[in-house]
């Protein structure tokens, strides 16, 4: 099957790189939170105050999938408010339910 990319919206891949570090320097902050979390995953993130960059990630995993991987959602803002220097991402791991 041929996969054909997404036309990025404007600047929508810096602005993804930017919150990916932003992302991991948190995670790396918090080390605990990896306990919690799959070895191997695919972040996804999806923030609120950037719709469409948020559309944007979801339309990535909906053609691409996430290569067998488990996937953990980052909610977060991608532009901290109230003055806050760093952003702190609610992250969220689907539960996998047999049918």
């Not at 054909?4 to 932003?22: F, G, H, K, Q, W």
């Not at 290569?67 to 980052?74: H, M």
């Amino acid at each position: 099957m041929v996969k054909t990319p997404l036309d990025a919206p404007t600047n929508v891949v810096e602005r993804n790189i930017l919150l990916t570090s932003e992302i991991m320097r948190y995670l790396l902050e918090q080390p605990e939170l990896f306990s919690a979390l799959p070895s191997d995953f695919e972040l996804v993130i999806l923030p609120e105050d950037d719709p469409e960059m948020r559309l944007y990630n979801l339309d990535l995993l909906d053609k691409y999938g996430s290569q067998g991987k488990p996937i953990v959602f980052a909610r977060t803002k991608a532009r901290p408010s109230n003055g806050a220097t760093k952003i702190r991402p609610s992250l969220f791991v689907p539960v996998p339910v047999a049918v």
